[in-house]
Structures are given as structure tokens and as C-alpha cells.
């Protein structure tokens, strides 16, 4: 072989692996995306049912209901529309009536949100960065969402962040 | 006054770094040594101003001196005194000031022990070193002070976030740091060889043992980090594919690359253009990683703070380094003659294959981690890529270089016989291969993956194991013989070999917890009993303590297995009064490599509560791994051969002129 045969193996490997890398990426990017939605966004955009996503907004005061064998359910709100979520499981300790709030799932056939995770991660603002960015984006902000916050500067290293999975596969489908 | 102390520490120490860069670098310009060696002294002296500005800001903390803003937000008189000292690095501006104390250790570390490398190279790195720290004492003083005042002091300060107070906060972040900020030494001297414009394979050996430093310390990090999220979110999940994970996996996958690819410049002179490149990539992805990081551009579970001219700040020192480096890369890399001709099946063929797969596995993930970014800001819609995106990208690719490990070690330099080595592997590929009949017949035909991929990390232990057996002899020679050559073997060799079965190792752990991983969920009242994965776990009754800064609920479970106890396990819930938060402290046992998980949820009205129970199969095997893995890596660094240019400055000169 003479060196630039070598060197052209080389290259041809390199660019095997790249091609390889990016056929499995524009795979992988083809059906596993979760966009994120409010309840506004859903409504307006009449999302199948079965298809998942991330939904967002703040949990409605006086909507959480808890039902046997930590089945509960309880509406997400962004001041433009409703949304009913169903979720089995047990909710992370930052979850609070009021407060933002993110779940992953799917809409059933009756238009409930079927949430297989829900999150409860915030700052001390009590408030998810996706909400909040499209609460004011909507013009439904109220600044005291942000009234805890005394300080901008003082966050923790890592802010509390539970996740609650309402299976043990949730996470690594 | 020790706030002020410190402060003017601070400034005394990036002005030392002024100094540091530039006179250095004129006096290599003029070939001027005592211009030079004020890089050795400034260094030191920029360590031990640096390191006081620490100390001080340790003894604020400590002393609980709520008149400093960033004691007063993060800390709180009751707090246990290891918190106090942890918290320290547990916000933004103390954990910049660890950053920049790490990095003018690794300076000052250059300084005090690089005695053999030539003067001008030593001038240059620290040179560069100090580009680096002046850049980032700038931003600590204008944008992230910690030693600013408050006017009118408070009486209680606002204490630590309360996931943050663990003890795994006392090392997880100095680790990673360690690993991160370690990168910038072999940039340094990536950086110094270009403006030199002259490589060769002892600069490879001067670099190596750095590289592999902080390797170790990354590695150590990032399985520190994933334990840490396991038992303090309280879901067990240990991995999150989250972005502020992805930023210390990048550099990690790009600096196990770089390890390899220095490996090939020293012992054959080849790849050099190459290595260099990815000493700049590694350091460059760790400053993306404290980009990433530090700015809160991303939503994620480790949320930052959110002061925009923070986040500019870093990123006009990301964009001025890696631009910066990458063009003088652009400029100079072809005056850097190649050397060392090899065929493609060779080690060397091997160790581009192992740098080909990293790299884009590390591309992979940068893809994964800037996409949603990039569509947020370009296409103004939201979205998330997660644990499925990398299973269909990222495990493939780790899948196909799993496959390699055991083939790399065993081909020869320069040309290698792969047939040879495949009949050598025979054995381990056998035992894999009854790997996975075995755990196929016993799991009676479930998923197919798990016992694949099962059967492939078997195959990367004993290809691992053979190597090791063939080196030594056993089994063919006398057992005496074997010892003597196991002894005579060099380090590195035994290194090569844990750190590749520390992968193999993980690798089962990964796929057993995920694959046969047990969950019960379910609202428990007193003396109910739980059945999981064949233990009774029996909640006995809930009790309230108070802690120095918490009340928690304690549920006292027995753990019994066919009737006979085992254990009593206690998980919690604590409640933060200062900050009104709480957080969900699991219970863990061990049998094995398993592990039996608590975490509480609510107490319902009727004083029942909510529990969840997980029992984890093999789950210790993934942190295993990355122990062995650095293990393999301080064996690697002990090896006689690394010591030059290796923190041993006194036998390091002696072996100096027989390895030349």
C-alpha cells in the first residue's frame, strides 16, 4: 500500500462512520422529539391523540383530585385554555397547586392528558423556565410569580428538581 | 475585612496573570531565561494569592458572615459545618472561584514540577494557562463577586438549597472540575507547540500523564455525579441525558480520545495534526461546558442563574478561545510534519477507529445537547431531545466501538494481523457468546437486546482478561514464570486492561438495571407489607425527628427475604423551614451488586403514605465500571515510562536522558 492508499482508507473509514452517525441521527431525530405545547398551543393546533409531548403551564388552583392507588388528576392552565391531566403515581415533592408544572404524554381519545412523567422543576420562583417563557409570551405573566425571588443572583448550584415517573421505563424508552 | 482580603487577593491575582501572559512569551521571543522563567514564579505566586482568596471566602462561609451577599444567600447559621464548607462551591460565584483555583493548580503544578521540559515550552504553556485564568478573573471580578457586601446585614442568612446539602456535593463538583479544568493543561501545551511550531513525541509524553490526570478525575466525577442524582431525586434514575450531564460526558468522550491518540503520537510519531486538534476540542468542550452551565441557557433539571451579561460574558471567552485556538490550528498545523507510516490493521489503524467512534459519539451528543437550543432561537419552538433520541444515536455507535475494545490492545504496531488476533479472541468471544445463551434461556426469550448486549460486555471483560493471560502466560508457562512476567509487564498495560474491562463492566450494569429494574408504587398504611422481586418489605410506622436545619419523617421499613430478616431500612422526607422546601431522602441496601430503593411520597389524610420501592439488579456495576476505568488509569500513570513530565520532578530528571 503506498501512503496515499493508506490515507485514503483512512478518509473512506472516517467518512463511513460520519455517514453512519448521521443516518442514525436523522433516524433518531425522525420519531423521538417531544415538543413542548401549552394548553393554548393544544387547543389551537388540534394535536392527534397518541402523539406525545411536553405540556406546560401552571396547575389550577382547586383542581387536584386524588383518587385510590395514587391515581390523581388535575388541570394545567396558561390562562388561555384547560387542559385535564390524569396521571398515575406519586407527584414530585415541588409539586403545588398554583405552581408551573411539566408533563410528558399523550392526549387519550376523550382529550384527558394521559402523563406518564411529571416534572415539578423550577427555581425559587417556583416556576419552570419553558412556562414561564410562554406565559409571557402570551401576555399572561404576572410578575408576582416572580415575587419570591428577593434575589436574581442567589441560585443554588443544582435547584431542587424532582421528577416523578409514573413508570420505571419512563426514562429510558 | 477577610471579605476585602480576599477580594484584593483576587486582583492581585489576576494581575500576576497579566504579567504571566505576556513577559513569558517576549522573553521566548527574545530567548531571554530569566524573561522566561517569570512564568514559574508568577504562576506559583498567582496559586497562592488565588488560594487565599479561597480560603477566605471558606472562612466567611464558615463563620457565617451574613454581611457578604453570597453568604447570606447561600448558607445559614444552622447549617452542619460540612455544609457551610461545601456550600461554598454550591452556587455560582464560589464555584467560579473553584474553577479558577483548580486551574492555577494545574499552573502552578506545571510550574513547580515541569523542571524538564525545555524552558521556552514551559514559558509558552504557562503563558497560554494564564490567558485562560485572566480571562476567567475578569469575569469572577466584573460579573460574579462573591465577596460583595450587603449595606444593612441580615441576622440569618437564606440557607443551601437543601438537594444541594449532601455529602455528595462535597465532592462531585471539585471532581468534575478537576477533570475539566485538567483539560486546560494539554490545550496549553497544544497551544505552545503551535506558536513553537514544533511537536514530537516527547511532547506527547509531557502531555499524556496530564491528560490522564484529568481523565481520572472526570470520570471519577461524572460516576460520582450519576450516583448522586440516584439517591438524592429519589426516583433512581442515574442518568438523564440532561444537558448539564452532556457537558462533562463531551469532554470526557473527547479526552478519552485524546488519551488515545496521544498514546499513537508517542510510541509511533503519527497523528500528530490530529492530536493536537483534539486537545484544543477537548478544552474547547469543557469551556462549553461551563457555558453551558454557568449562562442558564438551557431548561434543564440543573437549572442556573439567569443574569444575561453572565452568560454573555463566558461566551465572548468560549468564542475568543476556541476561534483563537482553532484559527492558529488553521495557520500553523501544516508546518507540523506527519511521521509514522502504519497500515489500517495495525494498533494504530485501532486507535483511529477508537478516536473515529468517540468523536462522533461526542458529536452526537453536542448535536443532541445545542439542537433544541438552536431550534428554540432559530425556529422559536420548543422542544426536548432525550433518553430515546441517544438510544437510537449515541448507543449504536458505543455499541460498534464496544465491539473493537478488545481487538485494539492486542493488534500489533504498525501492522497488525487480524485474523491472528480474532482466533486469540476466540475464548472471550465464547464466553460471550454463552453469556448470552445462558441469560436468554434463564429470562426464557424476553427482550433480545439485553442479552446481547449482556454477552457484549462479557466479550469486553475477557478479551481484557485474555490479553492479560497471553502477556503473562499463564496457563502455558510455569505458574512462577507467569507471576515474574505479570510483574515485569508495564503498567500501562495492566491500566489498558481495567480500564477496558471497567467498561464491560458498566455495560452489564446499565443493561440489567434498565432491562430487569422492579418497580411498586402504592400508598402504604402501618404494617402493610410490599412484596418486590421476591423480598417483604414491612412499613412499621412513621416517626418525626428534627434535624439541625430540618424536620423529617422517618418510615422505618423490614426488609425480610422468605421469612428471614435482613434489614431495617429508613427513608425520609425532610422539611426545610428557612427555604419551605423539602426533599426525598431514599433508603438504599445493598445485597451484592443490587440494590433495594425507598423514596417516600405524601402522607395522605388517613396517615397512610405514599411509597415507591425499586429493586435494581447489578445497578452497583455501573459505577463499578467507571472506578475500575480510573483505577486503569492511576495504574496507567504509575507506569514508569509517564513519570517524565509526571508530577516526580526528582526521578523524573534521571529517566529523562535513557527515554530520549
Known amino acids: 500500500m503506498t501512503r496515499k492508499q493508506r490515507r485514503m482508507t483512512i478518509i473512506g473509514g472516517s467518512l463511513g462512520v460520519l455517514a453512519l452517525a448521521a443516518a442514525l441521527v436523522l433516524n433518531a431525530l425522525r420519531d423521538s422529539i417531544v415538543f413542548f405545547s401549552t394548553p393554548t398551543m393544544v387547543a389551537e393546533k388540534h394535536v392527534q391523540p397518541g402523539k406525545r409531548f411536553r405540556l406546560g403551564g401552571l396547575v389550577q388552583p382547586g383542581s387536584l383530585q386524588r383518587g385510590d392507588n395514587l391515581a390523581v388528576t388535575f388541570e394545567v392552565a396558561d390562562g388561555g385554555a384547560k387542559l385535564p391531566v390524569a396521571y398515575k403515581g406519586i407527584l414530585p415533592d415541588l409539586f403545588r397547586e398554583g405552581q408551573g408544572v411539566v408533563a410528558e404524554g399523550a392526549l387519550d381519545g376523550n382529550g384527558v392528558f394521559k402523563a406518564d412523567t411529571v416534572l415539578a422543576k423550577h427555581d425559587e420562583t417556583y416556576m419552570p423556565k419553558d412556562v414561564a417563557d410562554a406565559l409571557k409570551k402570551q401576555g399572561h405573566w404576572k410578575d408576582d410569580y416572580g415575587a419570591k425571588d428577593s434575589n436574581k443572583n442567589s441560585d443554588g448550584m443544582k435547584p431542587a428538581a424532582t421528577t416523578a415517573q409514573g413508570n420505571s421505563q419512563g426514562a429510558v424508552r | 475585612m477577610i471579605a476585602e482580603a480576599g477580594h484584593y487577593a483576587l486582583v492581585l491575582a489576576l494581575a500576576l496573570a497579566l504579567i504571566q501572559s505576556f513577559v513569558p512569551v517576549i522573553g521566548a521571543r527574545l530567548r531571554d531565561p530569566a524573561l522566561m522563567n517569570v512564568a514559574r514564579s508568577t504562576a506559583l505566586a498567582q496559586l497562592l494569592f488565588v488560594g487565599a482568596s479561597f480560603i477566605a471566602l471558606v472562612t466567611l462561609h464558615v463563620n457565617s458572615d451574613f454581611s457578604v451577599a453570597n453568604v447570606y444567600e447561600n448558607s445559614h447559621s444552622m447549617k452542619p459545618l460540612i455544609y457551610k464548607i461545601t456550600g461554598v462551591w454550591g452556587n455560582h460565584e464560589g464555584s467560579m472561584l473553584l474553577w479558577v483555583s483548580i486551574l492555577a493548580l494545574f499552573g502552578g503544578l ?324 454463552v453469556v448470552i445463551a445462558l441469560v436468554w434461556a434463564w429470562t426464557r426469550g424476553g427482550s433480545a437486546l439485553a442479552p446481547l448486549a449482556i454477552g457484549l460486555g462479557v466479550f469486553v471483560i475477557a478479551g481484557a482478561v485474555t490479553d492479560m493471560v497471553e502477556r503473562t502466560g499463564l496457563f502455558r508457562l510455569p505458574f512462577t514464570t507467569t507471576l515474574h512476567r505479570a510483574r515485569g509487564l508495564p503498567r500501562s498495560a495492566w491500566g489498558t486492561a481495567f480500564a477496558h474491562a471497567g467498561l464491560g463492566v458498566a455495560m452489564i450494569g446499565i443493561v440489567c438495571e434498565t432491562t430487569w429494574n422492579s418497580e411498586y408504587i402504592a400508598t402504604m398504611k402501618p404494617n402493610d407489607v410490599a412484596q418486590v422481586a421476591g423480598y417483604d418489605l414491612k412499613l412499621d410506622g412513621l416517626l418525626e425527628r428534627q434535624g439541625p436545619n430540618y424536620r423529617e419523617m422517618i418510615a422505618q421499613f423490614n426488609v425480610s427475604r422468605g421469612g428471614e430478616p435482613l434489614s431495617v431500612m429508613t427513608p425520609s422526607k425532610r422539611n426545610f423551614t428557612t427555604r419551605g422546601s423539602s426533599t426525598t431522602e431514599a433508603a438504599l441496601l445493598t445485597r451484592g451488586a443490587s440494590q433495594l430503593y425507598i423514596s417516600l411520597g405524601d402522607v395522605t389524610p388517613e396517615g397512610a403514605i405514599a411509597v415507591r420501592i425499586y429493586h435494581k439488579p447489578l445497578v452497583l456495576l455501573i459505577w463499578w465500571g467507571p472506578v475500575l476505568m480510573a483505577f486503569g488509569g492511576v495504574l496507567s500513570l504509575s507506569d514508569r515510562r509517564l513519570r517524565v513530565g509526571a508530577p516526580k520532578p526528582a526521578r523524573a530528571r534521571q529517566r529523562l536522558q535513557p527515554a530520549e
Open chain 2, 110 to 433: 506545571v510550574a513547580a514540577f515541569g523542571n524538564n521540559l525545555p524552558l521556552s515550552l514551559r514559558a509558552h504553556v504557562l503563558a497560554v494557562q494564564a490567558w485562560i485564568a485572566s480571562a476567567f478573573y475578569l469575569f469572577i471580578l466584573i460579573t460574579s463577586n462573591p465577596f460583595l457586601r450587603i449595606v444593612n446585614p441580615p441576622i440569618e442568612g437564606r440557607d443551601l438549597n437543601p438537594v444541594l446539602q449532601d455529602i455528595g456535593l462535597a465532592v462531585h463538583p471539585p471532581m468534575l472540575y478537576l477533570g475539566y479544568v485538567g483539560f486546560s493543561i494539554s490545550f496549553s501545551f497544544a497551544i505552545a507547540a503551535l506558536i513553537e511550531g514544533r511537536i514530537d513525541a516527547a511532547w506527547a509524553r509531557w502531555v499524556r500523564p496530564w491528560t490522564l490526570v484529568a481523565w481520572i478525575f472526570l470520570t471519577l466525577g461524572i460516576a460520582m455525579g450519576s450516583y448522586w442524582a440516584y439517591y438524592e431525586l429519589g426516583w433512581g434514575g442515574w442518568w438523564f441525558w440532561d444537558p448539564v450531564e452532556n457537558a462533562s460526558l463531551m469532554p470526557w468522550l473527547a479526552g478519552t480520545a485524546l488519551l488515545h491518540s496521544a498514546l499513537v503520537m508517542e510510541k509511533r510519531n503519527a497523528l500528530k495534526v490530529w492530536t493536537i486538534l483534539l486537545s484544543i476540542l477537548t478544552f474547547s468542550l469543557s469551556l462549553l461546558g461551563t457555558f453551558l452551565v454557568r449562562s442558564g441557557v438551557i431548561t434543564s433539571v440543573h437549572a442556573f442563574a439567569n443574569d444575561p451579561t453572565r452568560g454573555v460574558f463566558i461566551l465572548l471567552i468560549l468564542c475568543l478561545f476556541i476561534g483563537g485556538s482553532l484559527s492558529l490550528f488553521a495557520g500553523r498545523a501544516t508546518s507540523l510534519k506527519q511521521g509514522g507510516l502504519f497500515a489500517p490493521i495495525s494498533r494504530e489503524g485501532a486507535l483511529v477507529l477508537n478516536n473515529l467512534l468517540l468523536t462522533v459519539a461526542c458529536a452526537v451528543v453536542l448535536f443532541g445537547t445545542l439542537y433544541p437550543l438552536a431550534m428554540e432561537v432559530l425556529a422559536d419552538f420548543k422542544m426536548s431531545v432525550g433518553a430515546p433520541f441517544y438510544n437510537l444515536s449515541f448507543v449504536p455507535l458505543f455499541v460498534l466501538l464496544l465491539l473493537a475494545v478488545p481487538f485494539g490492545p492486542m493488534l500489533a504496531w504498525k501492522r497488525g494481523d487480524l485474523l491472528g488476533v480474532t482466533q486469540r479472541l476466540l475464548a472471550a468471544g465464547v464466553a460471550g457468546l
